[in-house]
């Protein structure tokens, strides 16, 4: 049953990474050619999956979202990594010093802030853009990543091997990246898996806000925002980007938790 | 307790002091003139100059910091740019939809994701453990706001159940208002009905393998009433983790949820007036979410030290 499920992740995560490569290079029509004349239209041999109000092919624009989606979950999820894991490493290397408890408290601060209420604030002061829904996102995973990365950490600070480091003349910096980090990265590849997916669903969720990826940069979200105002004239535009969605933020999910009982030693499977 | 309780307050309010001061810089470096704003481009600078006085913004940033700060203190939340109404009336008229359909959703949320989840604990490795766990895995990947709008096509325009958006307003009666709040509470409630459920089976699962479990069902209890008797009760723990951790998603879920089904809630104010550039709305509405987001979590810190006495020393 967990291989049925780690295989039907992967399988969805590469359908969904594969649409957005081939979307750089090709789509099946441009994602943006208005052409009014072929709005709505079902699907037929040229546009498999129909076309939207604007005429333009389901089936590219699609693609063309799913590039938008990982781009912006990724590097959302690099922001938080690159960020993240060093103020993790760094409090836990200088436990209950005033530094540990200055990040935990900026991390308590971030916390209290829901990503759609960062993104609401970065919109205000710079303007809605894909890049500043991967700050918004990126802010909401840095204090995850950071707080994973400590609470993992002090527990390694403990063991011999560390103690036995520290001996032979090693500082806390050194032992950080060459002892500490190495041992926590399972943890930290399941915990980025985790983020990624919730990116995928706070980037469709900020661009159908209009706090996104604006026109004419094709986005699920995006989609969404345009079937509302459609729903009665064509209700069948609002069912193709969600599912998009859904489907790839469960393969995504499902990928996780394979991967996750796969590398953590303590959930082996039975 | 109390000590533990006021020890956490401090941090409470350092939290707040903390967001407050970003908040106000963020909206500090936001560009464009508020009295522009509020009398129109063809004012005169005599008329800016007065109405700039008249708001406290020809002060410094220190000094205009302290009067808002101090205002929140006492709920005072400011004068709206756009309405010309204090923010606190604006605010406490979209309470009375925010609030009520995050509770509902809450309720439906807890109640839907506790009973799955026992269900599915309780039958661990059948079919009926199979089928729920498959459908967290999809709860928890559906977007609330695409759920919502399946909603809408399915009850509000085919089978015309409910209303596809709109608030109807507490005139009438709850009945109306909580018809028009259903959809809503459903789109919101599912994502955390799901998550709920995934950690009501993990840990009713995990509690069902402990000594007094075996204990109960060595004097003679059945699996069932040891589960029903024991087993829940000390299940509940981390699932009120989970809920306290879920606060800051149900909102801003509903902020969401609000726009999709055009119900007049906190969110859509927040949006309304990020779009019209009303600041002191965006400033005061953020710090308000924050404030809860803060207020949930240290409630839920206390009622773990209630109910584990463990806790209170650390």
Known sequence: ?270 | MLRYALGRLLGLSLTLFLASVAVFTVVEVIPGDPAQIMLGMEATPEARATLRAELGLDRGPVARYLSWAGGLLRGDLGVSYTYRVPVADLVAERLAVSVPMAAYALILALALGLIAGALAAARRGGPVDLLITGLTQIGIAIPNFWFGMLLVLLFAITLRMFPAGGFAGWQDGPGPALHSLTLPAIALALPQAAILARVMRASLIEVMERDFIRTARAKGLSRGQALRRHGLRNALGPVLTILGLQAAFLLAGAIIIENVFALPGLGRLLFQQLAARDLVVVESVVMLLVFAVVLISWCVDIAYAVADPRLRRR
Do not use: C
């Open chain 1, 1 to 270: 049953m967990a291989r049925l499920g780690l295989v039907l992740g992967a399988v969805l995560t590469a359908v969904f990474v594969g649409a957005a490569l081939i979307s750089l290079v090709w789509t099946p029509w441009p994602t943006d050619g208005v052409n009014i004349a072929a709005s709505l239209r079902g699907p037929s041999a040229a546009h498999p999956l129909g076309t939207d109000h604007l005429g333009r092919d389901m089936l590219s624009m699609l693609m063309a979202g799913a590039q938008t989606s990982l781009a912006v979950a990724l590097l959302a999820v690099g922001f938080g990594l690159l960020l993240g894991v060093p103020l993790g490493l760094a409090a836990a290397a200088l436990r209950g010093s005033w530094l540990d408890a200055a990040i935990m408290r900026a991390n308590d601060l971030v916390f209290a802030f829901p990503a759609l209420v960062i993104a609401v604030l970065i919109t205000a002061a710079f303007g809605p853009a894909a890049t500043n829904a991967v700050l918004a996102i990126g802010i909401f995973n840095t204090p995850v990543f950071a707080r994973v990365t400590r609470g993992a950490a002090l527990s390694l600070w403990t063991l011999d091997y560390v103690r036995a480091a520290r001996l032979a003349g090693k500082d806390a910096a050194r032992i950080s990246v060459e002892h500490i980090l190495p041992n926590i990265a399972p943890i930290l590849i399941v915990q980025a898996s985790i983020q990624f997916s919730l990116g995928i669903l706070a980037e469709a969720a900020l661009a159908f806000m209009g706090l996104g990826a604006q026109p004419p940069q094709p986005s699920w979200g995006r989609m969404l925002a345009d079937a509302q105002t459609q729903v009665m004239r064509a209700p069948q535009l609002a069912v193709l980007p969600g599912l998009a969605i859904t489907l790839t933020v469960l393969g995504l999910n499902l990928l996780g938790d394979g991967l996750r009982d796969r590398l953590d030693p303590r959930r082996a499977p039975p």
